[in-house]
């Protein structure tokens, strides 16, 4: 199993088979009976704003989620990025992201963040067979502990089933990714990869998604999306 490199379209819309009309700063929608790719860049919608082409959510404790889209100039697909903004401290606090109209069992993701702030954390993160709040795997970043780790949630509970020691610099923009064919995981960062690590918790298809922790604030930007043969 390989982790594919893909290059980033910036504004124009990448038209492959099975692929539908988007939702606004979404380049390509993939049908979810179909195949194809996702690409995300949000760049369509509105500053402070929640983003149009995701569900929000929370696994754990704490108060209100807030994901907003913001300005960065630096940004590396369009200055328009989304983030986690409420800067709640509790720690057992777990901000989702879901994107819409996205159903598979065996995919590839990947995203660029840059983590900015956090207290308690500062974390960025990827899910994948997203079967509700509570219950997903996911790759997660940290810049505070320096590592990134491969969870399961299990009816709201984390449990870490493989990680690796790495780092990941503050205020840089990075590029995480997470791929699933089968039972079988592997992890990256900036293209290289860190782990593989195999689970059989969650089988079938299910959803994607970006995640935090607590007060992190990351910046997102250029999610990629695409299901596996």
């Known amino acids: 199993m390989r982790l594919r490199r893909w290059a980033f379209r910036g504004t124009r819309v990448a038209v492959l088979a099975g692929l539908a009309l988007s939702p606004p700063g979404v380049l390509a929608q993939a049908n979810p009976a179909g195949s194809g790719e996702v690409h995300v860049n949000f760049e369509d919608g509105l500053l402070g704003g929640p983003p149009s082409s995701f569900e929000i959510g929370l696994t754990g404790k704490g108060g209100p989620v807030r994901w907003v889209l913001l300005d960065d100039p630096g940004a590396p697909d369009g200055p328009t990025v989304i ?3 409420s800067g709640d401290t509790t720690n057992d606090r777990f901000p989702l992201a879901i994107l819409k109209g996205f159903e598979a069992r065996d995919v590839e993701v990947r995203v660029r963040f840059k983590p900015v702030a ?7 993160g990827l899910m994948v067979r997203v079967r509700d709040e509570d219950n997903y795997y996911i790759a997660r970043a940290n810049a505070l502990e320096g590592n990134v780790r491969l969870y399961k949630v299990v009816d ?4 870490q089933f493989a990680g690796a020691d790495v780092e990941v610099p503050k ?6 990714g997470l791929t699933v064919e089968g039972d079988r995981f592997a992890v ?3 293209g290289k990869e860190l782990f593989r690590a195999t689970d059989r918790t969650f089988a079938g298809a ?10 992190s604030v990351t910046y997102f930007d250029g999610l990629i999306v695409q299901r596996q043969p």
Do not use: I, Y
């Open 83 to 85: 983030a986690e903004t």
């Open 118 to 124: 956090g207290e308690v954390d500062q974390a960025a």
């Open 156 to 159: 709201g509970k984390r449990r």
């Open 171 to 176: 205020g840089t923009w990075q590029e995480l």
């Open 188 to 190: 990256a960062l900036d």
């Open 206 to 215: 299910g959803r994607v998604g970006l995640w935090t922790k607590a007060d």
